[in-house]
């Protein structure tokens, strides 16, 4: 019988949606120390504004800020510390490859837990421009006006 795979969500970065288009999501592995991985289970994480770089054949992240355990005294690291993130070497190498394409980044989209394994969902991205972005907005805006409408003329009449 196969068994589920269920997963513990720690953090969302939500505005890389709306900053970037998105093109691939990969699952990786994240190396993190042990301060670090008992505060990243209490959710004291910050994915706003981090982002991933490749550093000799490595995929390393950056900005993602995980809060000093309270109760570890003075064996904390830096919570802004770059960490190590872990891919199968095909998967490493393509993303490499294509981020060596102009304009294009890797993204932290999510990071969460999978049975004791940290994970963090990494994304090829191509940056909006304005007025994609405004465009977004106000396909949103349109699309919730309709679904208003909609629903009022629904609930109102009698079946």
Known sequence: MASKKYYKLIAENRKA??????????????????NEVKSFRLGHTNLKDSFARVEKGEIWVYGMHISPYVTAGGRNTDPLRPRKVLLKKREMLKLIGKVSEK??????????FVGNWAKVDLALAKAKRKYEKREALRRKAIKRE??????????????
């Not at 949606?17 to 042990?34: F, I, K, P």
Request: proline share 2%.
């Open 17 to 34: 949606t709306h900053d970037y288009n998105l093109l691939e999501v990969y699952s990786a592995g994240l190396v993190l120390t042990g």
């Open 103 to 112: 304009g294009l980044t890797i993204i932290p989209l999510k990071v969460y």
């Open 146 to 159: 309709i679904e208003t409408t909609f629903k009022g003329k629904i609930h109102g009449s009698k079946i």
